[in-house]
């Protein structure tokens, strides 16, 4: 079974920085090269919403327009390890975020498409 775990959130001030980083186990051989991979948030009382995915290039990338310039998904196929930069952060990126993957390229920042999920991470952005 395809087990996703975070690290890396926590507290920062506006204008600093946090990585995000989702180790993946259980993928019977394959690497993360081999899937679909996105990052989602949930603020209180917000739906979930899209942050950014990555396709099966390396090149194929989506960003949600609010973190267009200043969030950057990456993946390490060795490490089976994706991440996601976070720079200038603001009050209103404080929210949970999830890392995600799945079997098939194309669903972008719709959830529905990701079958393995990873545990959540709160994020706050607060001087």
């Known amino acids: 079974q395809v087990r996703l775990v975070e690290s890396g959130g926590g507290l920062a001030q506006p204008g600093g920085s946090l990585r995000l980083s989702c180790v993946a186990s259980g993928l019977s051989g394959y690497t993360l090269d081999y899937y679909a991979l996105a990052w989602f948030r949930q603020a209180p009382g917000k739906e979930r919403e899209g942050v950014s995915s990555l396709g099966f290039s390396d090149s194929d990338t989506v960003y949600a327009d609010s973190v267009k310039g200043r969030f950057t998904i990456s993946r390490d196929g060795a490490k089976n390890t994706m991440y996601l930069q976070m720079n200038n952060l603001k009050p209103e990126d404080s929210a949970v975020y999830y890392c995600?993957?799945?079997?098939?390229?194309?669903?972008?920042?719709?959830?529905?498409?990701?079958?393995?999920w990873g545990q959540g991470l709160q994020v706050t952005v607060s001087s």
């Open positions: 995600a993957a799945g079997g098939t390229s194309g669903w972008k920042l719709n959830h529905r498409g990701y079958d393995y």
